[in-house]
């Protein structure tokens, strides 16, 4: 044969095979600065050995919310997500209650799709986790018990951004008004200042500054109070100044070494330097209001009571309350294990920005503290969306 012929042959094989490659469908989608690829939802790190189960009892209540929602709008203001419709149909297909755990892999399996979520080239992210404090306080003021938790203030004001611009759906300011101007409100220093003394009727008191600007960190908490009983508070507002970390600092000037930080040794930090802890705290201009709450809790932003363990505070940006994410994270779970596995949408916090962003809910009191306080750990995220929602690239 001629070396023609053996051109020409090799030619039409290299066409027919880059025909064949162009069929094949590229498994990662850009949308804005995120990049989506996806995997099987069975190979998930580790799908096979998670109590998915515990999860989808924390989505069935968030199932409630999504279905008071119009179908005809989207999930969240992402592209990704889907409209209400997509979810409400899966929320109709969630496995009877006491089924057996296979039951609920299946599920999973069938109805959705799994993506990894890479920022910018960065496929890892930052998770951290919080939990319920139990302190003691009273209703009334006195000697031992003399720090304010407020209330939200009649003046305060909080806007919704998204309410005026589709583009910054899930963004907050919070202010005054002075005249016809809404201005900053006040910052911490200023409240522990006595900024709202005269205008605002606090609803409990503490016995430790310390343990009110952990609380404040937390959004929630149990008040023990001098009979024994107990109330629940829970986060009714905010004065709008961005959170600051203050093991940040603790870290810049070598009071704290990195692989040492946590909530606990901030917390002896400031026991210890009694003259420096106002002056460190109030580095975090941010500050949290309460309200009581009579009923199961504590309660997340979507407004249901967070399941421990099982419920991730995330950035609304990115994904909407509700929403079913998967962690694979550097970080021993309640048993020891690496925490992989399913979790649910339900609460947002000041701290918690950008799409591999998450944090923990780890429950009430001591146990919790030990899993919630020292953790700072890498991981990487995934989302799972029903199957009938169509991703583009864009």
């Not at 592209?79 to 999973?108: E, F, H, M």
């Not at 006195?142 to 909080?158: A, C, G, H, Q, T």
Request: hydrophobic share 40%; glycine share 10%.
């Amino acid at each position: 044969m001629s070396v023609y012929f053996w051109f020409k042959t090799l030619a039409v094989i290299s066409v027919f095979y880059c025909l064949g490659c162009a069929k094949i469908p590229d498994p990662r989608l850009r949308t804005g600065d995120l990049e989506l690829r996806k995997i099987s939802v069975e190979s998930l790190p580790g799908f096979e050995s998670d109590e998915v189960d515990h999860a989808l009892l924390a989505f069935r209540k968030s199932c409630k919310k999504i279905a008071r929602k119009n179908l005809r709008t989207r999930f969240g203001g992402q592209l990704y997500t889907g409209l209400v419709k997509d979810w409400v149909d899966i929320c109709t297909g969630l496995p009877a209650l006491g089924s057996n755990k296979a039951k609920y892999r299946q599920y999973l399996i069938q109805n959705f799709k799994a993506y990894k979520i890479d920022d910018r080239g960065n496929p890892e992210g930052l998770f951290t986790g919080y939990f319920e404090p139990i302190l003691k306080g009273s209703l009334t003021k006195s000697e031992k018990f003399s720090v304010p938790i407020y209330p939200r203030p009649l003046d305060l004001v909080l806007v919704s951004l998204g309410d005026w611009r589709k583009s910054m759906k899930g963004e907050r300011i919070a202010g005054k008004l002075v005249g016809p101007r809404l201005k900053p409100y006040f910052t911490r220093k200023e409240i522990r200042e006595g900024a709202l003394v005269r205008t605002t009727k606090p609803i409990m008191w503490l016995s430790s500054d310390i343990d009110a600007f952990f609380l404040h960190i937390q959004g929630s908490g149990k008040i023990e109070l001098p009979d024994g009983s107990r109330v629940r508070i829970g986060y009714a507002g905010h004065n709008g100044h961005n959170y600051f970390p203050i093991g940040r600092h603790l870290k810049k000037i070598g009071a704290i070494p990195s692989e040492n930080m946590s909530l606990q040794r901030i917390k002896s930090w400031l026991i210890q330097n009694p003259k420096q802890k106002n002056i460190v705290m109030d580095l975090n201009p941010s500050y949290i209001f309460f309200r009581q709450i009579a009923k199961e809790g504590p309660i997340g932003a979507q407004g249901l009571a967070l399941t421990p363990g099982r419920s991730l505070a995330v950035d609304r940006k990115f994904f909407p309350l509700g929403m079913l994410i998967w962690l694979d994270v550097d970080y021993v779970d309640e048993e020891g294990m690496r925490l992989q596995r399913l979790m649910v949408a339900q609460d947002t916090g000041g701290a918690i920005k950008g799409p591999i962003r998450g944090d923990v809910f780890w429950g009430s009191g001591e146990r919790a503290l030990e899993l919630a306080g020292p953790m700072k750990a890498e991981g990487n995220l995934f989302i799972l969306i029903p199957k009938t929602v169509s991703i583009s690239s864009n």
